[in-house]
C-alpha cells in the first residue's frame, strides 16, 4: 500500500464494496437558507419599511458570501391594485437597489413583479442562479445547530440544509451540532459535534469508478460509503496513521493527543503506522496513539437491548431504558426526528442505565443507544425505537 502524508490515517474504499442562521443577523429575517435555487425566509418580507430594509441587507451580506452564486432575482409579489402601472416593478427595484447599496453587484440582480398569490398579502421573494466555478463535491443533507464552511477556518459562514460545499473547503459542526453530508457519489458522512473536516476532491469516473478523499481535522465522523467500481478509492485522513479500508460503514475519530480511533462495522480495514500494521475487521476497533504501532484489534461492544418505552405517547418527559452492556463505561443516547437520525439530531452521554428526555424535545422522536467502552470505542446500535412527547 502505497503511504502518502504518514501523519495523517487514510481510509480507503476499494473495490465493489462498498434552517441555518446567522446568529447576529438573521432575526432580522427570521431565520434565512438556500434551497434548490430559493431563497428562503424564516417570515414573510412586506414590500417596504424598515424591518424590510434591514432584512435586505442581510440577504445581501448571504449572497456575497458564496460566490458561487451568479445572479439573484427580487419578485415583488402584489396585488393587482398595487402592482399596475409600473407600481410593483417600482417596488421590485427599490429592494434590489437596497441589496446593491449593501454591496452585491449591480450586474447580478434583477426585479420582476408577478402577479401575487391569491389570498396572500403582498410580499417579496428571491431567486437565485448557481454556477460554481468547480462541480460540488457534497450537499448539506441534514444540519441541527450551528454549521458553518468557507476556504479557510477564518473564511468560515453559516451554512445550512441544501447548501452545496466544494473541493478544498472546510466544514464545522459546533459543540451541540451536527450534520449529514451526502457526496457526489451518493455516499453519506454524517459530521458529529465539535468536528472540522475539510473536503477533497471527489472523482467520478467509468464503470463507477470513483475517488474520494476526506480529511478529518478534528471530531469524528460516521461513514456509510456508496458501492463503487473496480479501482474505487474511498479516503478519510486524520492524524497519525494509514489505513486501507475495504468496506462500506465505518468511523473515524481523531483525538486531542494526536491519536487515532477506528471502528469497522461492515468490511475490513489495514490499519498501520509507521511502526507497523494491522487488519481490523467487521465488529473491531483499533487505534493509533502517536509514536506507537497500531494497537491488536479488539471486538466492538455488543448492541444494547432496549427496555422501553418502545412507543406511546406521553405528557411528561419519559425515562428511556435500556440492560447493561458488559464492559460499557457509558453510554450515547442518540434521538433524532427521522429514523435515520438525520433531522434534528441530538447526542446525550448517560452514565447508568437510563436517560431522561429533556423537557424541550416535545413532539414525536425517535431513540437508539450505543455502548461506550473505557477507551471510548463505541459498540453497535441498538434497535430503533420511537416515543411521543405531548405535554
Not at 33 to 42: A, D, P, S, T, Y
Not at 159 to 167: A, P
Not at 195 to 208: D, T, V
Request: net charge positive; with cysteine.
Amino acid at each position: 500500500m502505497t503511504r502518502t502524508l504518514p501523519w495523517l490515517m487514510v481510509f480507503a474504499l476499494s473495490g465493489s464494496q462498498a434552517w441555518a442562521q446567522d446568529t447576529t443577523r438573521s432575526d432580522a429575517c427570521g431565520g434565512l437558507r438556500f434551497v434548490n435555487g430559493r431563497v428562503e425566509l424564516g417570515r414573510k418580507l412586506e414590500p417596504k419599511g424598515p424591518a424590510t430594509e434591514a432584512c435586505l441587507r442581510h440577504v445581501a451580506e448571504a449572497l456575497m458570501a458564496r460566490p458561487a452564486i451568479r445572479s439573484v432575482t427580487v419578485a415583488a409579489r402584489l396585488p393587482d391594485a398595487e402592482r399596475l402601472d409600473g407600481q410593483g416593478l417600482a417596488v421590485a427595484k427599490a429592494a434590489a437597489d437596497v441589496l446593491v447599496s449593501a454591496g452585491v453587484a449591480r450586474t447580478r440582480v434583477s426585479a420582476v413583479a408577478p402577479p401575487a398569490v391569491p389570498g396572500e398579502p403582498g410580499q417579496l421573494q428571491f431567486a437565485y442562479v448557481e454556477r460554481p466555478a468547480q462541480p460540488r463535491v457534497a450537499q448539506v443533507r441534514a444540519a441541527n445547530g450551528d454549521v458553518s464552511a468557507g476556504p479557510s477556518a477564518e473564511a468560515l459562514k453559516p451554512r445550512g440544509v441544501g447548501d452545496s460545499l466544494y473541493t478544498g473547503e472546510l466544514f464545522q459542526t459546533n459543540k451541540d451540532a451536527s450534520a449529514e453530508l451526502e457526496l457526489a457519489d451518493t455516499s453519506r458522512v454524517r459530521v458529529m459535534a465539535d468536528s472540522l473536516l475539510r473536503l477533497g476532491a471527489i472523482e467520478l469516473g467509468a464503470n463507477s469508478k470513483r475517488v474520494v478523499r476526506l480529511e478529518l481535522m478534528r471530531g469524528s465522523v460516521e461513514t456509510v460509503a456508496a458501492p463503487g467500481g473496480e479501482g474505487s478509492v474511498f479516503e478519510v485522513r486524520t492524524r497519525g496513521a494509514v489505513a486501507g479500508v475495504r468496506g462500506t460503514q465505518f468511523r473515524v475519530s481523531a483525538q486531542e493527543d494526536g491519536g487515532s480511533r477506528l471502528e469497522t462495522l461492515e468490511g475490513k480495514v489495514a490499519l498501520g503506522a509507521d511502526q507497523g500494521e494491522v487488519e481490523v475487521a467487521g465488529g473491531h476497533g483499533s487505534r493509533v496513539l502517536p509514536g506507537a504501532a497500531p494497537e491488536p484489534p479488539r471486538p466492538l461492544l455488543t448492541a444494547p437491548l432496549l427496555n422501553g418505552p418502545r412507543g406511546g405517547s406521553f405528557t411528561t418527559p419519559p425515562k428511556l431504558e435500556w440492560f447493561t452492556v458488559v464492559g460499557a463505561k457509558t453510554y450515547r443516547v442518540e434521538l433524532g426526528r427521522t429514523a435515520d437520525f438525520a433531522a434534528s439530531a441530538r447526542t446525550y452521554e448517560a452514565q447508568g442505565q437510563a436517560f431522561t428526555v429533556p423537557t424541550d424535545l416535545t413532539g414525536k422522536w425517535f431513540w437508539r443507544v450505543l455502548p461506550v467502552d473505557a477507551d471510548g470505542f463505541i459498540g453497535f446500535p441498538s434497535k430503533i425505537f420511537a416515543f411521543d412527547l405531548r405535554p
